[in-house]
T-cell receptor, first 115, second 113 residues
Framework: AQTVTQSQPEMSVQEAETVTLSCTYD???????LFWYKQPPSRQMILVIR??????QNATENRFSVNFQKAAKSFSLKISDSQLGDTAMYFC????????????FGQGTRLTINP | SAVISQKPSRDICQRGTSLTIQCQVD?????MFWYRQQPGQSLTLIAT?????????ESGFVIDKFPISRPNLTFSTLTVSNMSPEDSSIYLC??????????FGQGTRLTVV
């Protein structure tokens, strides 16, 4: 079975600072996807970034980037130049490529960006 | 990308009653998923719903409590049956195609009193 662990229940930074959210996972699979989702108070789950396990290059999306360490089973999210709108719950998630396509989520990190 | 409409967005229900949550996708998708998010917790998969077959339930979830319908490739319902206060949660519908991304509805906040 796959598990996803986020060890930081809460984080808080000042606007414009850089923040890194941690995620580790456990799996015996070799082909999978990793995701970071954002959930603001509106409850809508919003995809922030996706990483394919077979790609060595770290994914980036504007101010968001990941540090994917496959051997260490680590998948951290870096938010640069943080903005007030980044305040939300952030969930790390795992999906096996073959089979049911279901997501396994970590416990979440509540991120607060302070003005 | 897919747009998912979920309703109701919230409801307050009496214990012992049932609530059916609807999920409509704006395009055809093979797989749809139902998740539960208990207060302050992460998302837990309840079941996977494929069109034309019985839903596949995760450990700890049973069909009698959470019956699911999937009549076509764009629509699914989840019923929370014989509700108790412990069923108070956010229920989220999700759809995916090709393992590239899972799209989510806006969730249903259920409170059982």
């Amino acid at each position: 079975a796959q598990t996803v662990t986020q060890s930081q229940p809460e984080m808080s930074v000042q606007e414009a600072e850089t923040v890194t959210l941690s995620c580790t996972y456990d799996t015996s699979e070799n082909n999978y996807y990793l995701f970071w989702y954002k959930q603001p108070p509106s409850r809508q789950m919003i995809l922030v970034i996706r990483q394919e396990a077979y790609k060595q290059q770290n994914a980036t999306e504007n101010r968001f980037s990941v540090n994917f360490q496959k051997a260490a089973k680590s998948f951290s999210l870096k938010i640069s130049d943080s903005q007030l709108g980044d305040t939300a719950m952030y969930f790390c998630a795992f999906m096996i490529i073959q089979g049911a396509q279901k997501l396994v989520f970590g416990q979440g990190t509540r991120l607060t960006i302070n003005p | 990308s897919a747009v998912i409409s979920q309703k109701p967005s919230r409801d307050i229900c009496q214990r012992g009653t049932s609530l059916t949550i609807q999920c409509q996708v704006d395009s055809q998708v093979t797989m749809m998923f139902w998740y539960r998010q208990q207060p302050g917790q992460s998302l837990t998969l309840i079941a996977t719903a494929n069109q034309g077959s019985e839903a596949t339930y995760e450990s700890g979830f049973v069909i009698d409590k959470f019956p699911i319908s999937r009549p076509n490739l764009t629509f699914s319902t989840l019923t929370v049956s014989n509700m108790s206060p412990e069923d108070s949660s956010i229920y989220l519908c999700s759809a995916g195609e090709g393992n590239t991304e899972a799209f989510f509805g806006q969730g249903t906040r259920l409170t059982v009193v």
